[in-house]
């Protein structure tokens, strides 16, 4: 019982949190409570037993992500940025995709109920994922950490610029 409350305050927290990225103003606050929203979801993987998809939630997404999202936002000084006005079926197109979604959601869960859980033991261990993910997928691997590698000395470049040239 102590757990689906644990489990239920860390998904209303996730929510909410991800409802205030959306609508806040400040795009800093934005990324706080992205953050938030992270570590909520991450806490939701852990009430469930999937510990390491939240350690990987943490490490990836809050320790990473949110990381860069604020970095980018520390260089890019959106103080200058104006915002634009969108025409009307963009905007419509904004709000009625994820409407759409989740109303389809709602109608799968009331159609069809909730998935059953798996038995306990079931899926790949560590050992086995690990394996997989350094035999089969080496390479999209280490491309994608090729890739991580160039933003970030791109990042440093574009910085490195603005303070170079920047006459003050």
Request: hydrophobic share 65%.
């Amino acid at each position: 019982m102590i757990t689906l409350l644990v489990f239920a305050l860390f998904a209303v927290l996730a929510l909410v949190a991800a409802v205030l990225v959306v609508v806040q103003k400040n795009v800093m606050h934005s990324v706080l409570y992205l953050a938030f929203a992270v570590l909520a979801t991450a806490g939701v993987f852990f009430t469930l037993g999937a510990e390491y998809l939240g350690a990987i939630q943490i490490l990836v997404y809050a320790g990473g992500i949110v990381v860069l999202y604020i970095f980018v936002i520390v260089i890019v000084n959106l103080k200058e940025v104006v915002p634009e006005r969108r025409p009307l079926l963009p905007t419509v197109f904004l709000v009625a995709v994820p409407v759409a979604t989740g109303l389809e959601v709602a109608y799968l869960l009331l159609a069809k109920g909730f998935p059953a859980a798996g038995r306990a033991g079931e899926g790949l261990g560590f050992g086995t994922l690990a394996e997989t993910l350094f035999r089969s997928y080496l390479l999209p691997f280490e491309l994608a950490s090729i890739l991580l590698l160039a933003v970030l000395v791109g990042a440093v470049i574009i910085a490195r610029k603005k303070l170079v040239h920047d006459p003050d």
